[in-house]
C-alpha cells in the first residue's frame, strides 16, 4: 500500500510538472504572440502617422511631376534641416533660316544669341528653412539676365539703376510660415510669377521656347506674396507688388493680384491668376486688367507597367484676356476694343508623352496664337529697331500671331535633360530679326549704348526735333531688318541639382 501511495505521489509530480512546463510555454508563446501584434501595430501606427503627416502638406498627396511648369525632381543633391540647394545650367545653341548676320535674336525670353553657343541661364541659390522663418535666394548670369531686365521700363524712372542692382536675382525674398489650415505663406522680395503657365525655369517645362502667351506676360512680381493653403489641395494667393514684371512702380498705385490653384486629384490642375494695375509710364489714369486660366489633364497613366512603351500622357490649356482702359496725358485714349483698341487675348496648348524604360524619353507638340493691339505686352525687339518698334506702339496699332513647335527630349536621370526643338513663329508686323540684322550694317553696335541697359538700346529715332521745334527725318537713322516669321532649331543641355 505504501508503495502505491509513493508511486501515485510521484507521478502527480511529473504530471504537474510536465503541465507546469506546457502552461509556461503557452504563457510565453502567447506574450510573443503579443509583444509581436503590439510590435506591428505600434509601426502600423507610425507609418500611418509619418503618412498622415506627408499627406498633410499642399499637393503631397499625388506625384505632380507630370505638370508643365513644375519641377520633376524628387531629391536634391544638397538638403539638410536649414538649406535646401537648387542650381541650374541651360545652355543652348540655335539656328534661325533668317540667319541675322548680328546673330541676335528678337521677339523672345528663352534665347539670345543665334548660331552660338549661348550661356542662357546659370541659376545658384536654395531655399533657407528655420523654425517658421523661410527664405529663398537664386541668382541669374547668363544673357538672360540682360535680356529680361532690358523690357521693364520702370527703371527709367528715378535713380540707382535698378537693373544692373536686380538682375542678378531670379528670385530672393523672406518670409514667415503659419501654421493655420495647412500653412499660410507672408513673403516680401522678388518672386517667379505663375502668369502664362510655364515656368522660367526651363528645365521644368515641356518646351524650351515659350508661346507668345507665356514669353510675353510676366516672368517675376516684386512685392510682397501672401500663400493660403485651406486644404492639401488647394492654394490661395495673394499680390500686392510693384507692377507688371516691374523692378518699380511705373505710378503711383501698386499692382494687386490674385491667384487660385486646385487640383482634386493627381491628374488635373486648374490655375486662375489675375491682375489689376497702372503700368504706363507717367499715365495714372490707364488701368490694367488681366486674367489668365489654365488646366493641365494627365490622360493616360501607366507607370507601373514595365517595358518600352509610353507611359504617360498629358495636355495643358491656357486662355488669357486682358486690357488697358482709360486716358493718357496729352489726351490718348486707351479702350478694350475699337479703333484705340488696347487688349490683348491670347491661347496656347501643348500636348506631352512620356516613354521608355523609366521615362527617359519625352515629346511635346504644341504651340498658340496672341492678339495685342497696342502692344503693350509685346517683348520689344533690340537694337536700332527698339525707337521704331516702341513709337508704333500706340493705343490701336496691329500685333498678332501665331507659333508652333515640336520637341524631343532624353533625361537620363532626373538631373539632366538633353532637347531639341523646332519653332515656327508668324507675326502680322514685322518683328523677327532678318538678314540685315538690329545692330547696323555690318552686324556690329555701330554705336555705344547711352541708356542704362548696355547693348540692349541703341538710339536710333526715325525723327528728330530740330532747333525750331520741328520734327524732321533723322540724317543718322539707322536701317534695320525685321521680317513677319521665323523657322529655327534648338538644341539645349541643361542641369539642374
Known sequence: ???????????????????????????????????GKFKADSTRKADSIKTANANSQPFSFADFSWLNGNNRQSSKLLDNAYFTGDFTFDLNYTRSNNNPIDNTVAG??????????????????????????????????????TEVARNDYSAYKGQYDLPDAYR???????????DTWHGINVDMGIFQS??????????????????????????????????MFPSVKTKLEVWIINGWQSYANFNKLPGLGFSYTHSPNGSVKIVSNNYFGTDVAGAPGVKRYHTDNSVQYLYFDALDKKGSGIKRAAFSLTGDFGFQNGTAPGGVVYQPFGKNASNMIGLMAYNRLWYGEGMKWGTTIGGGFISNPSRYLALVPPGLATDSFLAASTPG????????????????????????????????????NGPGGVSGPTGYTANPATSFNPNSYIPNPVNITNAQGQSVPNPNFVPFDLVHSETRVILALIARF
Open 1 to 35: 500500500m505504501k508503495k502505491q501511495l509513493l508511486t501515485i505521489a510521484a507521478l502527480a509530480i511529473i504530471v504537474l510538472k510536465v503541465d507546469g512546463q506546457t502552461t509556461n510555454n503557452s504563457v510565453n508563446d502567447m506574450f510573443k504572440a503579443d509583444a
Open 108 to 145: 523672345s525670353t528663352a534665347l539670345a544669341r543665334n548660331n552660338e553657343i549661348d550661356v542662357n541661364y546659370i541659376a545658384i541659390g536654395g531655399d533657407f528653412h528655420y523654425d517658421h522663418i523661410r527664405g529663398r535666394i537664386m541668382t541669374q548670369f547668363g544673357t538672360r539676365a
Open 168 to 178: 542678378y536675382l531670379s528670385e530672393a525674398y523672406a518670409g514667415y510660415h503659419f
Open 194 to 227: 505663375y502668369i502664362g503657365l510655364l515656368s522660367y525655369n526651363s528645365f521644368e517645362n515641356w518646351s524650351y521656347q515659350p508661346s507668345y502667351l507665356s514669353d510675353n506676360t510676366p516672368w517675376f512680381f516684386n512685392g510682397i506674396r501672401i500663400q
Open 397 to 432: 496699332a496691329k500685333m498678332s500671331g501665331w507659333d508652333a513647335s515640336a520637341t524631343v527630349d532624353y533625361s537620363p536621370n532626373q538631373f539632366l535633360t538633353l532637347r531639341m526643338e523646332f519653332v515656327h513663329r508668324f507675326m502680322n508686323i514685322p518683328y523677327f
